[in-house]
């Protein structure tokens, strides 16, 4: 199975701080990466596909980026409904697996 | 409105069954895979099934193989997920997925049915 593993597990951002996080696959997978947002209690709700593609609806503060096995998710300017935690997943083949997630929090 | 509804979670013992359903409506049932993703508390997402357009194609993950059943009703538009032998590891919020453009992406997601396993 690919290990995902995100970094950092925890980060403490204000309203309008430029946010990044990273997501690494122990194999190559291409662009197979999916980026998820979570609230508590509430499903987990596709952020980004395929690295860079934003999924219908999502805000254009939201934007991925890499390739192969590292990659990166960035919020431009952090809004209050953004703190939440952060999953990159990827779908390159079977089983799917998920990193362990980032969690946004208020500074 | 895609609209995915489980039911069919609760308290089980070990090596107990439970059979979760998904309803979907707001969308062409036939056209999408579905998959079911499971998170237990404080950790990230796991998958757990998934099943193809007419159901031609299957897969588990390792740890439920010969334990779960997927299946799906195009006439009905549903889904379910036949859970035998449970164990104590199986609890968890189980949510049922509709993936398109990709077997794999995760486009929408159920609000989820809890699973708990305990004698």
């Known amino acids: 199975d690919i290990q995902m593993t995100q970094s950092p597990s925890s980060l403490s951002a204000s309203v309008g701080d430029r946010v990044t996080m990273t997501c690494r696959a122990n194999?190559?997978?291409?662009?197979?990466l999916n980026w998820y947002q979570q609230k508590p209690g509430k499903a987990p709700n596709l952020l980004i596909y395929a690295a860079s593609t934003l999924q219908s609806g999502v805000p254009s503060r939201f934007s991925g980026s890499g390739s192969g096995t590292d990659f990166t998710l960035t919020i431009s300017s952090l809004q209050p409904e953004d703190f939440a935690t952060y999953y990159c997943?990827?779908?390159?083949?079977?089983?799917?697996?998920f990193g362990q997630g980032t969690k946004v929090e208020m500074k | 409105e895609v609209q995915l509804v489980e039911s069919g979670g609760g308290l089980a013992q070990p090596g107990g069954s439970l059979r979760l359903s998904c309803a979907a409506s707001?969308?062409?049932?036939?056209?999408?895979?579905f998959n079911w993703v499971r998170q237990a508390p404080g950790r990230g997402p796991e998958w757990v099934s998934y099943i193809s357009l007419s159901g031609s194609t299957i897969y588990y993950t390792a740890s439920v193989k010969g334990r779960f059943t997927i299946s799906r009703d195009d006439a009905r538009s549903i889904v379910y997920l036949q859970i035998n032998s449970l164990r104590v590891e199986d609890a968890a919020v189980y949510y049922c997925v509709a993936s398109g453009g990709g077997i794999y992406r995760f486009n929408h997601w159920g609000q989820g049915t809890q699973v708990a396993v305990s004698s």
């Open positions: 194999q190559v997978i291409g662009t197979y």
């Open positions: 707001g969308f062409t049932f036939s056209t999408y895979n």
């Open positions: 997943q990827h779908s390159y083949n079977t089983p799917p697996t």
